[in-house]
């Protein structure tokens, strides 16, 4: 007769409370506006998710992941690239600029954005070299590995790394584009459950949390080794205003020169690092090439592009082919973590390189920072930071999202508990909301619904210097994910974002200050129909949202925000 099976000890109980909970915190990750819908979808059988997280973390059976596969061959950047048609655009543009300074535009609306990256896959001779949170399998995420497919048939070699938390959502069609001759497809840091949607995955992965709680952050995507995009974006429609109901505010930044160099060594890292599986080591999706192209069929053309964006500048395709871009040339300074900084057993933290960078570059501000960061969980030690700067005298202005707006309002409850003494210290804050419309006559490149929801991760420090990347400002950035930020000396750069955050800041935010009758409170203000309105609530938000976020907050570390 069997022994009956161990009663759990009263800390292991403990534990399986903090990561079951942990669970809600991944499940509402800040990927894209479509996980509300798939909570929504999960609730119904959450009791039946949380029975299989429980029996997989108190089994000795749990789900693993393959041995590092022997196909996991090293490679690195090409070095021949000076003959390729977008080095000679490169050279071209810098022509009258300091050889030391790197090239820099702005992409700042959704339909360029999504045009420079197309226009730079096509018009690639020789490799691509893109890394990616989230690459959808939507029409944005197919329309985008298409293209990739269609360069690698032309013989440029492609490799793609993307964060394995929702590639499963994209499996069939990653098994299909890494069929393709001269494409390689890499996962970083795989979950151990391979099957089912992201939640399921999640909770049959629970045993690991440690380290599947670590993820790579950064977006980035390199032509010909010449010509690189950085910014918040993530590949799929709502980063590109393709999107319904609603679309997120974002930027990128077009690179050329010397600091393209810094990115690719900063790929090549994360490439070769025992973080990453190839992904025919975890992805068994039979004929992928059929698959594949199955998945590719109905797409259409090309998306519209504005002839002008809300700066002036023509397409990034139409520059291409005229043979020189519009660009500021500046010095820049990259700030990037490590792969490393997801590894956990028997290892101390590695340094958040790319946060603590951006810490500093503040720290050092003169006169004014000016922020932008979608999710802002500031903790003591944020709040230090901005009591040093009012002390100095310094203005400091912050824009996040207003919880009606935000796609992770676990994490707006996290910031909302600061923001009474961030006001109170003289902070400028601002909150955005869908609730506040566009003007009528919206910017070239501007359309109504790109007002959704602040993704955007900027800071402008005394008007001249421009920080752009992948963290926000919160614990997560901090201490799981792994992000890629620039600091570019610009002041060029710093007027056109500042002009364009001052513009979405004026018609489409409330300005909190301290409540009169209620001390230790905060109002929202704002300019709507032409006269001021103060609400002494958070608006667009019931009370029922409010108590359950409330319940929900006290029992989630805020380090998991």
């Keep these: 007769m069997s022994e009956p099976p161990l009663a759990p000890s009263v800390d292991a109980l403990v534990r399986l409370r903090e990561r079951l909970l942990a669970l809600l915190v991944l499940l509402h990750w800040r990927a894209r506006a479509p996980l509300a819908r798939e909570l929504r979808r999960l609730r119904p059988g959450m009791a039946s998710l949380l029975g299989h997280a429980l029996a997989a973390l108190l089994s000795t059976g749990c789900a693993s992941l393959p041995p590092p596969d022997a196909e996991r061959s090293r490679s690195t950047a090409l070095e021949a690239v000076g003959h390729t048609r977008l080095a000679q655009v490169a050279r071209a543009s810098a022509v009258d600029a300091d050889p030391g300074l790197s090239g820099f535009r702005l992409l700042a609306d959704g339909d360029q954005a999504l045009d420079a990256r197309i226009a730079l896959a096509r018009r690639a001779q020789v490799s691509l070299d893109i890394q990616y949170y989230l690459v959808a399998a939507d029409a944005t995420g197919r329309r985008f590995l298409r293209e990739l497919r269609d360069a690698a048939a032309r013989g440029v070699r492609v490799r793609l790394l993307v964060d394995d938390l929702y590639a499963n959502d994209s499996r069939r069609l990653l098994a299909g584009l890494a069929a393709q001759a001269n494409v390689e ?31 790579m952050h950064n977006k980035l995507f390199i032509a010909d080794g010449s010509l690189a995009v950085i910014g918040g974006r993530n590949i799929a429609d709502d980063y590109f205003k393709r999107g319904e109901p609603s679309n997120f505010i974002d930027m990128d930044v077009l690179c050329s020169g010397p600091v393209v160099g810094g990115f690719e060594a900063l790929f090549d890292r994360f490439w070769n690092s025992e973080q990453v599986w ?25 998306p519209p592009v504005e002839p002008l964006d809300r700066f002036g500048y023509r397409p990034v395709a139409d520059e291409l082919d005229a043979g020189r871009l519009t660009q500021h040339f500046a010095p820049a300074r990259l700030f990037a973590d490590g792969p490393e900084k997801a590894a956990t057993e028997g290892r101390p933290a590695p340094e958040a390189f790319a946060l603590e960078g951006a810490l500093q570059a503040m720290r050092e501000a003169r006169s004014q920072v000016l922020v932008a960061t979608p999710y802002l969980v500031p903790g003591e030690r944020g709040l230090a930071l901005m009591r040093r700067a009012r002390a100095k005298g310094l203005r400091v202005i912050v824009m996040t999202n207003g919880l009606a707006a935000t796609d992770e309002p676990l994490v707006h409850w996290g910031y909302a508990r600061y923001r009474a003494e961030m006001v109170s210290l003289g902070v400028e804050l601002h909150e955005l909301s869908p609730a506040l419309g566009r003007p009528a006559a919206a910017a070239p490149g501007e359309s109504a619904s790109s007002m959704g929801r602040l993704h955007a991760k900027l800071a402008v420090i005394d008007g001249r210097r421009l920080l752009v990347g992948s963290m926000n400002m919160d614990r997560r950035s901090m201490r799981a994910n792994t992000e890629l930020g620039l600091l570019i000396d610009s002041p060029a750069l710093a007027v056109e974002v500042t002009q364009t955050l001052q513009r979405d800041r004026d018609v489409g935010s409330y300005r909190l200050r301290p409540a009169a009758h209620d001390a230790g409170s905060v109002e929202w203000v704002a300019r709507e129909a032409g006269r001021e309105v103060v609400h002494p609530r958070e608006p667009g938000v019931g009370w029922a949202q409010r108590l359950r976020l409330g319940v929900m907050s006290l029992f989630i570390a805020e380090e998991l925000l």
Excluded at 278 to 298: N, S
């Design 185 to 215: 497809v890499r996962l970083f840091n795989p979950l151990p459950q391979r099957d089912g949607g992201v939640g399921a995955r999640v909770a049959l992965s629970m045993h690991e949390f440690e380290r599947i709680n670590r993820r």
């Design 278 to 302: 190839p992904v025919q080591t975890l992805l068994q999706e039979g004929d992928g090439a059929a698959a594949f192209a199955h998945a590719l069929r109905g797409l259409g053309g090309d």
